[in-house]
């Protein structure tokens, strides 16, 4: 189904000529019929002769309606520019012509209307030649000129003919199965209630979905379906639709708002694109200029960041990070525009190539540059890698998601990036084989920048913890920004290519070691024959720490000399072996024993003998039954 919008000056004609076309008036609002000047947009709809039937957007000419304008030409399969034949092209013409340009909008017939007030044939060859002069700069350059009389019907054969010749061979909107469908018209019905309207891209809608408002992750569902007022069960991507909303009021919702899939989109206000300022532009683009912003149905405030200059002449092109005032819903491939706000004028627009980039960019950066060059490029794997790089460690399905590619593309974009060796499988069963949706990856070059990170991690902490064997592993996670799933992937890796060692629930570099000082060496030695000498009734923890200090009495429990069962409690881990085996043993063949049975084992005191136990206990080996221990089943 293919939609096409029209463009012109004011009073050129476009809503009559819609109307002679279709028998619909597009100017639905009482002043715009008493004006005889549309202010807002309009729709309709017509049969093609081969049976077709497509939808048309009747935006306003006057300038101080353009707003209104570009809430409704972004989604358009082809235009219906409308010149008329007495007055030829005039500025309005000129600012919609460069609209649908930047708009990448390379599909168009010209309908030179109001041919029957012209009996000057000169005048109007002179009027057509001038429109193709205008046409030649822009993607246009071949658009039929169809002559035209709305009050006669005059050409109106040749123009449906050559509407239909335009949209034949137009590209058929692409399914991406995230579904978009941006608000261009918010309204109730009496014993309906809310209804929307705008042109769906990117996927199918249908009755009875859940589905969410953004931005703002309002949750509603679709009661009904309408497609130039015919009820259907499924609205196809390019088509005209209007939902029906439930549990969602009208004054809830505005123009610009997008109906999705939950989790399908998520809302940004920090955007990266390609930018073009209009040859005729009035001033230079300028570092963080205050502009008008509009994409899809909707406009937001933002302020302009060049990325690689200070400002861009009329004419030429730029990279640029625009910072947005209130979030908006977009993807990578959309098209934008720029406009001034005052005094309005349309500078330039382009192409979004990141909606999400994760950080404020730096100014002047070549490598931001060449990233952007790839994206704007457009080749599968680059744009992929692109995606992965940002991402760094994810799911597979998210970052095709994230790449927007083309569904043929997916596969051979990943089996290239696989075959360069720059998607990394995270998963140690799947590492070598070629990646699914649903495996974990992570690029080359993001894997190597996680590299350098971890061991700056750990290279300080060893540094700052001299006597420590490593960090403890959920500071290690805190400190990487990690989640509890993708945590242990990494770490695994790390350990599987020899960047780190996992000993003890604690991450060293490979090769990291403990280097005891000659004194430390000795403070150990003494208090090692302090245990040997009292093994069942050792120092206490507190005694045990003013002999080597706290840092070296916590390198001794990690490296596993000695070990802490409680609070007051520690032993040499020999010691604490041989004991445990001991009552073991007794158990295999007394079936039970107490506390006071162990004390008087080892001719200890019960602090000592209960601090064994209740260690024993929490690590599995006992059961505690009442005042006796059993063995663990």
Do not use: C
């Not at 570092?287 to 899809?296: C, E, I, R, S, Y």
């Not at 597979?396 to 927007?404: G, M, S, V, W």
């Not at 093994?535 to 000695?562: A, F, Q, R, T, W």
């Not at 602090?607 to 059993?630: C, F, H, N, P, Q």
């Amino acid at each position: 189904m293919k939609v096409i919008g029209t463009a012109g000056h004011v009073d050129h004609g476009k809503s009559r000529l819609i109307l002679a076309l279709t028998g619909i008036n597009p100017d639905r609002l009482k002043e715009e019929q008493e004006r005889e000047m549309t202010i807002d947009l309009g729709f309709a709809w017509m049969e093609l002769p081969d049976g077709e039937t497509i939808g048309i957007i009747d935006v306003p000419g006057h300038r101080d309606f353009i707003d209104n304008m570009l809430a409704g030409i972004g989604a358009i399969d082809a235009a219906l520019i409308v010149i008329a034949a007495d007055e030829g092209a005039m500025p309005q013409t000129r600012e919609h012509l460069a609209i649908l340009d930047l708009l990448d909008i390379n599909r168009a017939v010209v309908a030179l209307s109001k041919v029957d007030l012209v009996e000057d044939e000169e005048w109007l060859a002179l009027v057509t030649d001038e429109i193709r002069g205008l046409l030649a700069t822009t993607k246009l350059a071949d658009s039929p000129i169809i002559p035209v009389s709305s009050e006669t019907g005059e050409g109106l054969d040749r123009l449906v003919s050559a509407i239909r010749g335009v949209l034949k061979d137009s590209k058929e909107r692409r399914d991406v199965e995230r579904p978009r469908l941006p608000v261009d018209r918010v309204f109730t019905i009496s014993g309906f209630g809310t209804i929307v309207t705008g042109t769906l891209i990117d996927g199918y809608l249908t009755a009875g979905q859940e589905v969410v408002v953004l931005p703002g992750e309002r949750k509603t569902r679709i009661r009904g379906l309408q497609t130039h007022k015919q009820k259907i069960e499924t609205a196809v991507p390019g088509s005209r639709v209007a939902a029906n909303l439930t549990g969602i009021e009208v004054a809830e919702l505005e123009r610009g708002d997008v109906i999705t899939l939950p989790g399908a989109y998520v809302e940004t206000q920090n955007i990266e694109v390609h930018y073009r300022h209009l040859q005729g532009a009035d001033t230079k683009l300028k570092h963080n200029m205050q502009l008008k912003m509009f994409t899809g149905a909707s406009q937001r405030e933002v302020r302009v960041r060049l990325l690689a200059r200070d400002e861009i002449d009329p004419g030429d092109t730029g990279w640029l990070q625009l910072i947005l005032e209130n979030p908006v819903v977009v993807a990578r491939g959309d098209r934008y525009i720029l406009r001034r706000p005052s005094p309005g004028a349309t500078l330039g627009g382009g192409v979004i190539l990141e909606p999400h980039p994760i950080r404020m960019r730096r100014r002047f950066d070549v490598r931001n540059v060449t990233r952007l060059e790839k994206l704007l490029k457009g080749d599968p794997a680059d744009i992929l890698l692109q995606s992965l790089d940002e991402l760094g460690p994810v799911l597979l399905q998210k970052a095709l998601l994230h790449a927007r590619l083309e569904q043929e593309q997916e596969d051979q974009a990943v089996g290239i990036l696989f075959n360069r060796g720059e998607i990394i499988v995270l998963d140690d069963d799947r590492a070598g084989e070629l990646p699914g949706p649903a495996d974990y990856v992570i690029s080359r070059r993001a894997w190597e920048n996680f590299e350098d990170r971890l061991r700056g991690l750990l290279d300080a902490y060893h540094n700052e913890n001299t006597l420590r064997l490593g960090m403890p592993l959920e500071e290690l996670k805190s400190r990487l920004n990690l989640s509890a799933k993708l945590f242990p992937i990494m770490l695994q890796r790390a350990v599987d290519t020899n960047v780190v060692v996992n000993d003890r629930d604690r991450a060293a570099l490979m090769g990291h070691k403990v280097e005891l000082l000659k004194p430390q060496e000795t403070a150990v030695a003494k208090l090692l024959k302090l245990f040997e000498q009292q093994p069942y009734s050792p120092p206490s923890v507190k005694e045990s720490m003013e002999k080597v200090g706290e840092d070296l009495y916590h390198y001794l429990i990690e490296s596993g000399v000695l070990m802490q069962l409680s609070k007051d409690v520690v032993y040499r881990s020999t010691d604490f072996h041989a004991m445990s085996e001991e009552i073991r043993s007794k158990l295999e063949r007394e079936r039970s024993i107490t506390v006071a049975q162990v004390r008087d084992m080892f001719h200890t005191s019960r602090k000592y003998a209960l601090a064994l136990m209740e260690y024993m206990d929490s690590a599995g080996i006992t059961t505690r039954k009442g005042d006796e221990r059993v063995l663990a089943s």
